[in-house]
């Protein structure tokens, strides 16, 4: 499988979590990125084939990178990840695009099933 996915966090064992349980698994095409601001620079040089981004993050959130993400690339697949009660910033993120939120902690059967139903 060589899908691009583009992890997004501002933790990075938060990014080496989601990146183990994805390479584990046959993906391993995996771009980082540490803020929001990386990663609409990160989207615009290789067009990733799926976003899996944080929502609270330093210099621009992950709310905003998704904003303005799917403002040039409307076609863009992003996921988002929140922490528990952060119930209004999800709604806010579907609204602007978001396919789908998975919450944290992360269990691995989460990642990859929203994984595989939106890149098949």
């Known amino acids: 499988m060589d ?26 095409n995996i771009l980082e990125a540490a803020d929001g601001e990386q990663a609409c620079q990160t989207y615009e040089a290789e ?23 799917k403002g040039k690339h409307p076609e863009a697949k992003i996921v988002m990840c929140s922490a528990m009660g952060q119930e209004a910033m999800v709604v806010e993120a579907i609204k602007l695009g978001a396919l789908d939120f998975i919450v944290k902690p992360f269990k691995p059967d ?9 890149l098949g």
Request: no cysteine; glycine share 6%.
């Open 3 to 28: 899908k691009k996915i583009l992890l997004v966090d501002d933790a990075s064992f938060m990014r080496m979590l989601i990146k183990n349980t994805l390479t584990q698994n046959g993906y391993t």
């Open 110 to 118: 989460r990642i990859l099933a929203t994984v595989s139903k939106i």
């Open 47 to 69: 067009k990733p084939d799926l976003v899996i981004m944080d929502i609270t993050m330093p210099v621009k959130t992950g709310i905003e990178a998704l904003g303005e993400i």
